[in-house]
């Protein structure tokens, strides 16, 4: 059946004037993190496109890498919730600048 693991894959979507990053959680089920890791990879380099936007632009979505792959913290949910990944970081001020939902 597999285990599940949660995916951190960045990419960049860019058009002539803008730029941006986003941010991907993927929930995968895998036998091994080593086998998540490369199904991550995959489901990077698969989203790779580009398309004609509302302004005819064209927007390009860029794979640039996995962050981080890690098993699932807990499988069961507790009161209805369940923590599936976890981060640490060191600079709260730098966070700040890149999460705009921040308050």
């Known amino acids: ?49 580009e398309y004609k936007n509302e302004n005819n632009q064209t927007v390009k979505n860029n794979f640039i890498q996995v962050i981080d792959v890690s098993e699932v913290l807990y499988e069961e949910a507790e009161n209805n919730v369940r923590e599936l ?8 001020d730098s966070y700040k600048k890149i999460e705009k939902l921040l308050k």
């Open 1 to 49: 059946m597999g285990k599940s693991f949660m995916a951190l894959v960045l990419f960049e979507i860019s058009t002539d004037t803008t730029t941006l990053y986003e941010e991907n959680f993927v929930e995968i089920t895998a036998d091994t993190l080593e086998e998540a890791e490369k199904l991550a990879e995959t489901y990077g380099n698969n989203n790779i496109h």
């Open 85 to 92: 990944y976890s981060r640490h970081f060191e600079d709260l």
